[in-house]
């Protein structure tokens, strides 16, 4: 009995990686950016169905790490460091919203499809509207449904546009939001998100490891 209750679990925990990795997979090159829709796309193809099986989100943006350093190297480090610096550049421009860089550009599974992802705080939402109106940039407006804790959620005004050859996706959240993050739709904790010195300072960690491993050459 024991024996087969062992045997069941070590099949699952199988399961769960190799449906891990086929969701991970299908993110990297089939454009899915949902982790829900990646992983039941990945069950039917691997012909698992019981939901014990399921991966956790957090299995899947793991394995969708190790997936971009395996297959895809240094042009994904490219198209990170790419969307890092104009994100920066982002951050300085929106300086007056609060700013806050979140998403898959800062947790660092972006890829060449990945939108750049900011948080801007403001009790006036049309204030960004203006904004965006008065520096010429066409954009179109969404709304994102997001947790802002355990017990609150709501749909919170988005705007999407393109600069610099780059999608931009800008959610405006109230001022009192600020004092902590909204969470993560990958693990239901608080979102990390970065201000512009913080990502700053990314960025030049960055470059001291980079110089580091090439042993300044």
Avoid: C
């Amino acid at each position: 009995m024991h024996r087969a209750r062992q045997h069941a679990q070590t099949r699952t925990r199988e399961r769960r990686h190799r449906l891990a990795h086929e969701a991970a997979r299908l993110m990297a090159e089939g454009g899915f950016r949902d982790f829900h829709q990646a992983k039941l796309k990945a069950a039917e193809r691997l012909g698992f169905h019981d939901d014990a099986s399921l991966p956790r989100n957090r299995e899947i943006e793991d394995a969708l790490r190790e997936y971009q350093r395996l297959f895809l190297g240094d042009s994904q480090a490219h198209d990170l460091r790419m969307r890092r610096e104009a994100a920066l550049r982002a951050l300085e421009f929106f300086a007056r919203f609060d700013p806050r860089l979140v998403g898959q550009v800062l947790e660092g599974t972006a890829d060449a499809r990945s939108p750049i992802s900011l948080h801007l705080y403001s009790d006036d939402a049309d204030a960004v509207t203006r904004f965006l109106e008065e520096a010429g940039i066409p954009a179109e407006s969404r709304s994102r449904r997001l947790r802002l804790d355990r017990t609150r959620e709501g749909e919170f005004p988005t705007w999407m546009f393109s600069a610099e050859e780059l999608g931009f996706e800008l959610t405006v959240l109230p001022t009192v939001a600020l004092r902590q993050a909204p969470l993560s739709s990958v693990d239901e904790k608080p979102m990390r998100r970065a201000s512009a010195t913080q990502l700053r300072q990314l960025l030049v960690d960055e470059d001291i490891a980079g110089y580091d491993a090439t042993g300044g050459a």
